[in-house]
């Protein structure tokens, strides 16, 4: 795709995107295309009480996907310390990670992604400072994100375990899971889009993600702006690489976060969830999203929970 086609794509998804939103309803990106209806049907829709996390553990070795791990360590007990025999003593831990990398399951704020000097809304980019975000950060959704969730198992479709590093999802690929699937993505959706980036990694061992990963095509942002999603997450990147879009590196994270106020879920992990919609002949869910409570950051940790 051109940088042109690709910035005439932009400005249809960012105008679609905004349709039928108030300004308090901009503020807020895609998470305003959820209603207190759809959080109670998707609640009242809850069949077996099933519960699963679409999380992968946190890394703390370094590999070819994540260079930087997080890192964990004890602060108590300490070096030979032991617990004393008698009385009370604590055990004491400190962690810190690189929120956007390669292999941990995150959320990006809409304050991720600049775009010509922009973030989402027209938000100047200035706001980001090395003390931190002002505008858009994880604290736009501190009381969490909780709505239908919908899974697309893509792999699934097309009959294979998963789609190799650098293959693409397209519009068309959604549609036909969904009529696969017999379910349909609708305004307010958790949409969540399985390439098996999990499964593949298990079984042939991590690989440089950053330079090839399987994602959606640039045009399926589409599909996101016509069925007016509110928050998309993969197994994967979402972005493919190497990118479709000369001179831009992350089309889809810029469509989506950018363009139309779309929070972005990394890397999650569906290989528990998959076979239980698999099973049930059910790929919709009540979803639960609860990132930290950092005000001024870009990204969280975050460990979805599906309930079946």
């Not at 941990?104 to 922009?118: I, N, R, T, Y």
């Not at 305004?187 to 330079?211: C, K, N, Q, T």
């Not at 993969?234 to 139309?260: E, I, K, R, W």
Request: charged share 20%; glycine share 10%; aromatic share 6%.
């Amino acid at each position: 795709m051109s940088e042109a086609s690709f910035r005439s794509l932009y400005r249809t998804v960012r105008d679609r995107a905004a349709q039928g939103l108030d300004d308090a309803g901009r503020r807020r990106g895609a998470l305003s295309r959820i209603t207190p209806g759809d959080v109670t049907a998707a609640a009242n829709g809850v069949r077996y009480g099933r519960t699963v996390s679409l999380a992968a553990p946190i890394e703390t070795r370094p590999g070819p996907d994540n260079p930087e791990p997080a890192s964990h360590r004890m602060t108590a007990p300490a070096g030979d310390e032991k617990p004393a025999a008698d009385g009370l003593a604590f055990a004491r831990d400190r962690f810190a990670m690189n929120v956007h990398g390669d292999a941990d399951s995150h959320l990006d704020a809409l304050c991720h992604v600049m775009f010509d000097g922009e973030l989402y809304g027209g938000v100047p980019a200035g706001s980001v400072t090395p003390d931190g975000a002002g505008a858009l950060t994880v604290d736009l959704v501190a009381d969490g994100v909780a709505g239908r969730g919908v899974l697309l198992d893509v792999p699934r479709l097309r009959g294979v375990p998963w789609l190799e590093p650098g293959d693409q999802v397209t519009a068309g690929d959604l549609v036909a899971a969904e009529a696969a699937q017999d379910v349909t993505v609708g305004p307010g959706d958790l949409l969540f889009v399985r390439v098996g980036h999990r499964d593949r990694r298990r079984s042939l061992g991590a690989w440089d993600a950053a330079r090839a990963r399987a994602g959606l095509h640039p045009e399926a942002a589409r599909f996101l702006a016509e069925r007016g999603v509110a928050v998309l997450g993969s197994d994967g990147n979402n972005d493919t690489a190497p990118s479709l879009v000369a001179g831009v590196p992350f089309p889809l994270h810029v469509l989506a976060v950018q363009a139309m106020g779309l929070h972005l879920l990394d890397y999650l992990d569906f290989e528990e969830l998959a076979p239980e919609c698999e099973r049930l002949a059910r790929w919709h869910f009540l979803c639960v999203v609860a990132p930290l409570r950092l005000p001024a950051a870009t990204g969280s940790p975050v460990n979805p929970i599906a309930v079946l």
